[in-house]
C-alpha cells in the first residue's frame, strides 16, 4: 500500500523490501547524516538525511529527485564514499564502504573541476587509464570507443578552453566511462547547461547508458528530466531529516517523447506530489 496517497499503488515498488536487497549494487538501511554548523557552544547539529531506505539495482537508471536543499547530493556523496554517514548501513555490492572507490565514479554539474586544463580531450579521458599503467596501444583503443560514444570524433586534440560546456560535460562522462566502473553517480551533471543543449544531452545520456549498461543514480530536481531519463525516481522529502519516501516506476519507452500523453501524465502525477499540502508535512 503506498503511503503516499496521490500515486497509484501499482507505480510503486517497495525501497526496502528484502527480494530487492539482494539483487541490489547499493542496499542502504535506516541511514542518517548530520553535520555539525558553526563552531563552540554556539554550534548545532543540522539532520539532512534520517531513517534513508534505499536499494539500487544493477544497471538501473536510477533518479534521486527533490528540491534544492533536502540532501540528494549528500545522499550522493555518501555513496561516493566523499562523506561518511552518521546512522545506519550502506553496502556496496553486500560491503560497507568508508572511502571513495574505482568501482563508483562521480560525474559533477562543473566539468571544469574534474577536467585537466593542461590535457586535451583524450589525455584527459585516457588519464585514468595512463595512472593504472595501461600500455599505450590499449589506451588508445578505450579512448576511440569513448570518444566515438560521446560524440566527441574530430576533437580529440582540443583542449578544455576550446570546448563548449555540452563538450566538456561529455569529456568528463568519456573519462568517466574509460575507467569502467560500475556504478555512475550524477550530481545534476546537466544542471549548467543552456535548454537546447541539455535537451541533446538527455537524449545523448540515455543512449550511452543503453550501449554501456552501467547503473546510474542520478540527481536532479527537475521533474520533466526525472521522468525523460528515469527508470525509476526516488522521491525525496523535503527535509529536514530527509528520506526516499517513495520510489515511481516509469516504465515509458526509451527514447521517450516528452509530447506523448505518457509522459505528460507521468510529469503530472510527480507535479501533483511536489504541490500538494501533505509534501510539505512529510
Ligand atoms: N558539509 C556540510 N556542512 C554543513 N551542512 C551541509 C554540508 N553539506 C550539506 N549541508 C547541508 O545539508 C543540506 C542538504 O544539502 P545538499 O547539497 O545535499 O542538498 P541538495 O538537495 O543536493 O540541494 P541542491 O539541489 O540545491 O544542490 C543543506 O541544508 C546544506 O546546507
Known amino acids: 500500500m503506498s503511503r503516499y496517497p496521490l500515486i497509484s ?20 538501511r535506516r541511514l542518517g547524516k548530520s553535520f555539525l554548523s558553526g563552531s563552540g557552544k554556539g554550534a548545532v547539529r543540522y539532520q539532512v538525511l534520517k531513517d534513508v531506505d534505499l536499494n539500487i539495482q544493477r544497471g538501473e537508471f536510477f533518479i534521486l529527485l527533490g528540491p534544492s536543499g533536502c540532501g540528494k547530493s549528500t545522499l550522493l556523496n555518501l555513496i561516493a564514499g566523499f562523506e561518511k554517514q552518521t546512522e545506519g548501513e550502506l553496502l556496496v555490492d553486500g560491503k560497507s564502504i ?16 574534474s577536467l ?39 576533437h580529440e586534440r582540443k583542449f578544455p578552453r576550446e570546448l563548449s560546456g555540452g563538450m566538456k560535460q561529455r569529456v568528463q562522462i568519456a573519462r568517466v566511462l574509460a575507467n569502467d ?6 550530481d545534476e551533471p546537466l544542471g549548467a547547461l543552456d535548454a537546447f543543449t541539455r535537451r541533446i544531452m ?40 530527509s528520506r526516499v519516501f517513495e520510489i515511481m516506476d516509469n516504465r515509458l519507452e ?29
Open 116 to 154: 585537466f586544463p593542461w590535457l586535451n580531450v583524450r589525455e584527459n579521458i585516457e588519464f585514468g587509464l595512463r595512472m593504472q599503467g595501461v600500455s599505450r596501444g590499449e589506451r588508445k583503443a578505450v579512448s576511440d570507443r569513448y570518444i566515438e560514444l560521446a560524440g566527441l570524433t574530430g
Open 202 to 241: 538527455q537524449d545523448e545520456l540515455v543512449r550511452i547508458w543503453t550501449e554501456t549498461k552501467k547503473t546510474v543514480i542520478f540527481v536532479t530536481h527537475d521533474i520533466q528530466e526525472a521522468v525523460l531519463l528515469g527508470g525509476r525516481i526516488g522521491i525525496m522529502s523535503i527535509g529536514p531529516e
Open 254 to 282: 526509451y527514447p521517450r517523447d516528452i509530447t506523448s500523453r505518457e509522459f505528460n501524465l507521468m510529469q503530472k502525477k510527480l507535479q501533483s506530489i511536489f504541490q500538494d499540502d501533505l509534501y510539505f508535512h512529510l
Open 181 to 186: 566502473p560500475e556504478l555512475l553517480l550524477m
Open 9 to 28: 499503488t501499482d507505480a510503486i515498488t517497495d525501497a526496502s523490501s528484502e527480494e530487492n536487497a539482494q539483487q541490489s549494487i547499493i542496499s542502504i
Open 98 to 113: 568508508d572511502r571513495p572507490g574505482k568501482e563508483r565514479a562521480m560525474v559533477f554539474q562543473h566539468p571544469d573541476a
